[in-house]
């Protein structure tokens, strides 16, 4: 679980500041003018078309893009050029109006060749990352150094955004939102989790450039521009598939010796050799350390080496030759077979909406901590050490899906009021021309009420939970004509 920090870390320093009250980033105030749905429906479009695609694997350059934008970057340190751009870093704190353009069209001169293979990545059919044989062989061990580079391009791609709003230039704007859209679900094709909470995050960020922009004069609905996002916008089933390469890196062997009924005994090396990588979970720092690690393993594999036992008689192994593996081995065999299956019961899973698997999740949760209690440690089961914290990673998923379902709300009640003098439908099921989107978190409606101009559309967090800023999120949408 230790490996999911590093990427909720990533998320949120990611996610956009909004305008909220109350629950920090949870509430938002949008006044919007009506906006009646386009013709055709999706001429404003948040993903590429078959159409609009070109040949070619986007990774190859979103990497040229992250390249040259760390160039320039360092090019500006160099000559002092980032004199020229003295608020680049806080732009985002800006209302619309304040920020400056003509310093901000400079800037985006100078990156232009940056934004170009953005978007060309993003029109790519394809992208394939090609980490698979690298997650193979290295394992915890892989590097990423493009996630951070990743996280500059879409803080890019957010001032942009904005630059395109305060001069009115919305068909731009749309672009831009379309290549950060683009680029939030590339990360998620990655087979990593880290990867794919980077892209949850990008996707955020560019839902908050939604915000602003719904709210700017003469601003297109976007209803359907929002429903013809993938859903989910983030895949996360081959983040979790490549999860389990990374056992089969750190213990080389311990699958096809778990397949095998005949295996025979390890020499007193192999289980030396397995004693130090299973040290390596620990990361021991000190010689005292590393010596109380030994015995912590020692102690694992006596707690384990009856359970152990009996599993892999259960399995088909016979008794009398189970009764000569040693016991790091008979435990280490026990305990990739609990790995496999907490994995399971957290990939069959994915596919459930939040309000159906949230609940199911805690309880795979609390049954790996009792796997880890037994065993005497997080840092002495693979799947106390290895398996991500799979609530966390479905959450953010699915704050992601229901910010994009309570946007597709308000352009519903924009919609409507373009046909009813300005007005809000007092209940969402007025709105007869589009569906309207359930809650992601309860399966429920979203909460609804008028006042005056006014919308409120308010998502509640889940059965006996807390309001958090997670798992709660409402909109007030006053109507100007």
């Not at 800006?94 to 920020?99: A, F, G, H, I, R």
């Amino acid at each position: 679980m230790f490996r999911l920090i590093g990427s909720c870390l990533v998320l949120l320093g990611s996610a956009t500041v909004a305008l909220a009250q109350g629950v920090p980033n949870a509430e938002y105030q949008l006044t919007v003018q009506p906006a009646r749905e386009p013709v055709p429906a999706l001429k404003h479009q948040l993903a590429f078309e078959l159409r609009d695609q070109t040949p070619g694997n986007a990774a190859v350059h979103y990497f040229r893009a992250a390249s040259c934008y760390e160039e320039k970057r360092a090019n500006l340190r160099a000559d002092k050029k980032r004199e020229q751009f003295p608020h680049a870093e806080t732009w985002w704190k800006l209302t619309l109006e304040e920020l400056p353009r003509a310093e901000m069209h400079a800037f985006f001169d100078y990156f232009k060749p940056v934004l170009e293979l953005v978007e060309r990545a993003a029109r790519c059919k394809r992208c394939d990352w090609e980490l698979d044989e690298t997650l193979h062989e290295e394992g915890i061990a892989t590097l990423l150094p493009e996630l951070q580079q990743l996280r500059g391009l879409a803080g890019l791609l957010q001032d942009k955004v904005r630059l395109d709003m305060a001069e009115g230039n919305l068909d731009q704007a749309v672009r831009t939102l379309r290549t950060g859209f683009c680029l939030a679900r590339d990360c998620g094709q990655s087979p990593t989790l880290v990867s794919s909470m980077v892209g949850i995050a990008i996707g955020q960020i560019m839902l908050g450039g939604i915000d602003q922009f719904v709210q700017r004069p003469g601003a297109p609905n976007l209803y359907w521009a929002l429903t013809d996002l993938p859903c989910p916008l983030i895949d996360v089933r081959r983040a979790y598939q490549g999860e389990r390469m990374i056992v089969n890196s750190l213990f080389p062997g311990l699958r096809e010796m778990a397949s095998d009924p005949k295996t025979s005994p390890m020499t007193p090396l192999q289980i030396a050799e397995l004693t130090n990588r299973l040290m390596k979970l620990g990361n021991p720092k000190k010689p005292l350390d590393e010596e109380a690690q030994r015995l912590a393993i020692l102690n694992m594999a006596g707690r384990l080496h009856e359970d152990a036992k009996k599993f892999l008689v259960a399995e088909g192994r016979p008794a009398e030759e189970v009764e000569k593996l040693p016991m790091l081995q008979a435990a280490l065999l026990y305990q990739l077979r609990e790995y496999d299956r907490f994995l399971d019961d957290m990939l069959k899973l994915q596919g459930l909406p939040y309000y159906e698997g949230w609940k199911r999740l805690g309880e795979v949760e609390a049954n790996i901590k009792l796997d880890v209690v037994k065993a005497g440690g997080v840092s002495l089961t693979l799947t106390g050490a290895l398996l991500p914290a799979a609530p966390k990673v479905q959450l953010a998923q699915g704050r992601l899906e229901r910010k994009i379902s309570i946007l597709r709300c308000v352009e519903a009640v924009r919609l409507y009021a373009a046909g009813h003098d300005g007005k809000p439908p007092a209940k969402l099921d007025d709105v007869k021309e589009m569906p309207i989107p359930l809650d992601p978190f309860t399966g429920k409606p979203f909460n609804y009420e008028t006042d005056g101009d006014k919308a409120i559309i308010e998502g509640p967090p889940p059965d006996g939970e807390k309001p958090t800023v997670d798992k709660y999120i409402r909109y007030q949408v006053t109507l100007k004509k």
